[in-house]
């Protein structure tokens, strides 16, 4: 509603409370692989009437999934980071299955963070920015976007670029996280090239979030930063450009990286640093061919703890 | 179909023969705005019946809107470039006006480009390139993605985050178009940053187009890159680094940018430059209060003819 605008708390503070409250800086990935989802999940999709499509079984059994995902790890997590393409691959079913998706992670009390990397020019931008964050007017009234808690985005356009973004952020209280120094071996090609003047472009990015983001009053700003917590030896370096910046910090687990090294983020406060963790809750029952609810649950808790007192002892 | 794969004809040389064919190279930019459709669109919304939503209402008249711009304007061009905010924003029914769009612009003989500029890390960007030109496998058989004939891709994330786009199109004869240096006046934040060693970003962008597209008979290659039509003094050089790579120049005319300083990208042929018009086509009739259809086909027509005789010239 219009009438909201301005009295939204700040992201930064909403994300600080959250943390505390729950305990936990893990940001349950959910990007959802038609062909491994859970098998309860994939009943939900076997039991559509004869006749229906591939993709409507597909976007039934991933919803299920999630959800059963949420309902096993919610509790260990302070919010979900849903991978966008995963459902957009779907069709008008897969749209209809993230809808799904939001609206039960925000019933367990999560942050909702939509992982969709967008970056454009201002027009373009705003209208993403509607499409997550917002609300499009029409002839007819006003449609809701996705209503979804922060984002991650794409700078590379520049800074005129994540404005938008940030703008429509702030109407509701919401976060964006921009994308500083990723967590894929490939990132080196562009955001570690050096500059003339020093500093490489990964310093640029976070030059650029610690200068559009606000600080409240819990020291967390209400734009942070992606970097990958692969490469554990930017993070001090990229935290020292950007000391109130929320980091989420992908790449734990699967792709290598170590919570345990993951302390810098940490040092404005527990919800300074944010740790996404997908295959590593999601299949940790694979490995072991345990029950995946209850594999989910232990590492959701395993990680939990772990960050928790990694934080605690920065 | 499976047996597809590679049988297609490359995408330069798709793209080479169709600009020859059609004696254009301007893309009609389609992004629809709820609030500005063409007065004969919004019929379309109003005439749903008692009791549907507003987002129904506005999905059913963008795609009456584009259905009628193509209409129009389609014998003009040689493709359409689709702004996926414009559709993702209006929700599930959105997503249903998109798959429409895409048909419609399919039976005008257009090559569709989806510009949505993803950028992820491998196995997401792999889910965005399935999304967007093939399709994914699931336990009740595969899904098919959008269709579409070529995509912007953002390149911030290193060479390996383009190369699944690159690989999907492939299949299908395909195109992908790499941001190398955008038309907005805030791509000089990163892009135009000089580098240790020389370049800029842009140079090091241009350069990953260069190597990683292939060069067809036609001489235009299957990767092109994005530079804005509002930076002619880049073009020339960009140029020089990819000399086969097709050109996706945004930003004539509401951007201030003009055909006649595009010369550069046609160096490699009449499909060397793809012209990206939206406002200057669709809203043609809005400044002088004729009748839209006729004001956008007169004003296609113009920027087709001048584009034309500037690439002859070359």
């Avoid at 499409?131 to 005129?160: C, I, K, Y």
């Avoid at 699967?254 to 993951?262: I, T």
Wanted: with cysteine.
């Amino acid at each position: 509603m219009s009438d909201d605008i301005g009295a939204a708390a700040p992201f930064g503070d909403v994300l600080s409370a959250s943390v505390k409250d729950r305990r936990s800086q893990i940001l349950l990935g959910l990007d959802p692989e038609p062909a491994t989802l859970w098998p309860d999940a994939l009943e939900a999709g076997n039991g559509l009437p004869d006749g229906s499509l591939p993709r409507e079984r597909a976007a039934a059994a991933v919803a299920a999934h999630c959800s059963l995902v949420l309902a096993a790890t919610a509790e260990f997590c302070v919010g979900v980071k849903l991978q966008l393409a995963s459902f957009e691959r779907l069709g008008v079913e897969g749209r209809a299955a993230l809808d799904f998706v939001v609206a039960a992670a925000k019933a367990h009390g999560l942050i909702v963070l939509a992982d969709g990397k967008r970056g454009d020019i201002g027009i373009s931008a705003s209208s993403y920015a509607a499409s997550l964050f917002g609300r499009t007017q029409t002839p007819w009234g006003d449609v809701d976007g996705l209503g979804v808690d922060a984002v991650t985005v794409n700078p590379l356009l520049g800074a005129e670029t994540v404005m938008p973004f940030i703008e429509e952020a702030r109407k509701s209280g919401g976060g964006v996280f921009v994308l500083a120094r990723t967590s894929n071996p490939g990132a080196a090609d562009v955001q570690d090239r050096e500059l003339v003047g020093g500093g490489t472009v990964s310093d640029v990015l976070a030059g650029m979030v610690n200068e559009v983001g606000e600080t409240g009053s819990s020291g967390i700003a209400d734009v942070g930063a992606v970097v990958g917590a692969t490469v554990p030896g930017h993070l001090a370096s990229l935290r020292a450009l950007m000391p109130t910046a929320p980091i989420l910090l992908p790449g734990v687990g699967a792709q290598g990286g170590r919570v345990e090294d993951l302390g810098p983020a940490f040092a404005p406060g527990p919800a300074g640093g944010l740790i996404t963790v997908s295959r590593g809750i999601v299949g940790a029952g694979t490995a072991t061919d345990t029950a995946p609810a209850g594999a989910a649950a232990a590492a959701a808790e395993e990680y939990r703890s772990l960050a928790w007192s990694i934080s605690a002892a920065g």
